[in-house]
């Protein structure tokens, strides 16, 4: 269901990396590269953007890591990175970066935050904090890669939006496709 929207919305995007990365790899999408902040743009539309978050684990070694530099390119773009540190190999990180998504979206939603929680992520788990802050009176809009897109997910949101259809991708000159990897570029 779409409920009305008005530019006076203030919208708030969570953006689960690895969720959107892992999606993008199986799409062959090689050569390219995310515009982060060109998605979070045409995803709020007209309405106001108040805030923008990246959810993603981070290396315990980060100094000079590609993925801290990545880390630190959002945060110049305006996204608030909530970065979760890896630990041993046995351990599950991404339920650790899945919690603190769901504790963003219900802490800000419960503050009064934001109109619109706008999940980018095709990951079912966040289905029970989604009908959750819709039952606080908020609007819940979900971002995905079609083939990679919980079905449940996308019947409990307000308005869901198909990444494939949108350009947020940059093609990487092919004189620099094959350096070193850089998390901003989506590789098969």
């Known amino acids: 269901m779409l409920l009305s929207q008005s530019s006076e919305d203030r919208v708030m995007l969570f953006l ?21 902040f060109r998605l979070a743009k045409h995803l709020a539309g007209p309405r106001r953007l108040v805030g923008a978050f990246a959810f993603d684990t981070a ?13 630190d390119h959002l945060r110049y773009t305006g996204f608030r ?8 190999e046995e351990y599950d990180h991404r339920r650790e ?3 603190s998504i ?25 289905l029970p904090v989604l009908e959750h802050v819709n039952r606080l009176g908020k609007r819940v809009e979900v971002a995905g890669v079609g083939g990679h897109f919980a079905a449940d997910l996308r019947k409990a949101a307000d308005h869901v939006h198909y990444l494939d259809a949108i350009p947020f991708l940059e093609l ?10 850089d998390p901003m570029e989506v590789a098969a």
């Open 102 to 126: 769901a504790t963003e979206i219900l802490a800000a939603g419960y503050r009064d935050l934001y109109d619109v929680a706008l999940v980018v992520s095709g990951d079912r788990a966040f």
């Open 59 to 71: 290396p315990a070694d980060s100094y000079g890591n590609p993925k801290q530099r990545f880390h």
């Open 172 to 181: 990487v000159p092919p004189e620099h496709a094959d350096e070193a990897e």
């Open 97 to 99: 970066v899945d919690t």
């Open 81 to 88: 990175v909530i970065a979760r540190p890896t630990r041993g």
């Open 16 to 36: 689960d990396l690895a969720n959107i990365s892992r999606s993008l790899e199986t799409k062959s999408f090689v050569g390219f590269r995310v515009d982060y």
